[in-house]
Nanobody, 124 residues
Framework: QVQLVESGGGLVQAGGSLRLSCAAS????????MGWFRQAPGKEREFVAA????????YYAYSVKGRFTISRDNAKNTVDLQMNSLKPEDTAVYYC?????????????????WGQGTQVTVTS
């Protein structure tokens, strides 16, 4: 079992920044690739970013590439999502997830554990 707890969400104006953090506990954090997903009201959950177990490779959805940065600290059991140049369309509940099956994945079905989510609201 891996427990994931997100933090750092909030209300921000368009063009602003937020940093989300996900704290993991339980099994060895470095065994898991990690991902961030988001779900806007009335929409399906979508992939945002992923990072391999070592942190050596990162992957982003086209919509956030160049604005968001995923990183991890295996010594602290955390994975962060730095979000810059935020847009109203980034408004969503953001979830972190842990994946033990693949090197990285944008497919939520490959993720074994999920956090409870943190709300990000971007106003225009």
């Amino acid at each position: 079992q891996v427990q994931l707890v997100e933090s750092g969400g909030g209300l921000v104006q368009a063009g602003g920044s937020l940093r989300l953090s996900c704290a993991a506990s339980g099994r060895t954090f470095s065994n898991y690739a990690m991902g961030w997903f988001r779900q806007a009201p009335g929409k399906e959950r979508e992939f945002v970013a992923a990072i391999t177990w070592s942190g050596s490779n990162t992957y982003y959805a086209y919509s956030v590439k160049g604005r968001f940065t995923i990183s991890r600290d295996n010594a602290k059991n955390t994975v962060d999502l730095q979000m810059n140049s935020l847009k109203p369309e980034d408004t969503a509940v953001y979830y972190c997830a842990a994946n033990s099956r693949t090197y990285y994945s944008a497919d939520e079905r490959t993720y074994d554990y999920w956090g409870q989510g943190t709300q990000v609201t971007v106003t225009s």
